[in-house]
């Protein structure tokens, strides 16, 4: 049971580990996208209403 254990982990720290830099990167270009794109539209329909 101890062994399961300390398998699964590992793997999942290996896994996340292995993400290379630029997906990352890619997916906060994508974030900070939408977050810049959803703002103009909030303050947008703010004055309208």
Do not use: F, W
Request: hydrophobic share 30%.
């Amino acid at each position: 049971m101890t062994h399961y254990s300390e398998g699964g982990p590992s793997r999942k720290h290996n896994r996340v580990v292995t993400i290379p830099r630029e997906t990352i990167a890619h997916l906060i270009d994508d974030l900070v996208l939408i977050l810049l794109a959803d703002q103009p539209q909030e303050r947008e329909e703010r004055s309208n209403g």
